[in-house]
């Protein structure tokens, strides 16, 4: 498919512990971000990675890309219980504008 | 303004009826996008504008569906002759320029045919 997709579909997790999603895509990208929504209305953005790049960090959260793989993880050290929601990657293709998205990963923070 | 401000945020129509639902970005993006989200699925492209120029319409599900954007700012997608399946929370994002820009998204409308 043209769109990122994440996996797994669901994660649940004990506080405290790491959280690893992961996307694939099959198009060529511009860049692949990663964005979190709570309650099932508006996403945040949280980070951006460009198809030159190959690691990011903000905060708890690392962003890996490997575009040779057509793949991305997302990784949250440290969980809280304010981290339970869902995660999404999007990719903005190379050949448009359009930013896709993947079907997301729901995360549980287990106290 | 300081965000996406979508509005209204919650509409309830009867099946048939025609709605508008509106966008206001954040002054100064240039690039404005809308999505549908279906109860626990992912984002469905719909629509994007960039600048002045054409719209990428290729993500409108049916002619019922469209969408404008005036002066550069706000946005309204309009749904005509609802149906049920229409039924979703319709989302808006926008951004400083289409290219290597993060989105910025309103808290959506909640869109429920009945």
């Known amino acids: 498919s043209q769109q990122g997709e994440e996996d797994p579909q669901a994660l649940s997790i004990q506080e405290g512990e790491n959280a690893t999603m992961n996307c694939s895509y099959k198009t060529s990208i511009n860049n692949l971000q990663w964005y979190r929504q709570n309650s099932g209305r508006g996403l945040v953005h949280l980070i951006l990675?460009?198809?030159?790049?190959r690691e990011k960090h903000s905060g708890r959260l690392r962003v890996t890309l490997d575009t040779s793989k057509k793949s991305s993880s997302l990784l949250i050290t440290a969980s809280r219980a304010a981290d339970t929601a869902s995660y999404f990657c999007a990719i903005k293709r190379n050949r448009d504008d359009k930013i896709i998205f993947g079907k997301g990963t729901r995360l549980h923070i287990l106290p | 303004g300081a965000g996406v401000s979508q509005s209204p945020s919650n509409k309830v129509t009867e099946k048939g009826k025609d709605v508008e639902l509106r966008c206001d970005p954040i002054?100064?993006?240039?690039?404005l996008y809308w999505y549908r989200q279906s109860l626990g699925q992912g984002l469905e492209f719909l629509i994007y504008?960039?600048?002045?120029?054409?719209?990428?319409k290729s993500g409108l599900p049916s002619d019922r569906f469209s969408a404008e954007r005036t002066g550069g700012s706000v946005s309204t997608l309009t749904i005509q002759r609802t149906q049920q399946e229409d039924s979703a929370v319709y989302l808006c994002a926008s951004s400083p320029t289409g290219l290597g820009s993060g989105y910025t998204f309103g808290s959506g409308t909640r869109l429920t045919v009945v």
């Open positions: 504008f960039q600048g002045n120029s054409a719209p990428d």
């Open positions: 002054s100064g993006h240039t690039a």
């Open positions: 990675i460009r198809s030159n790049e």
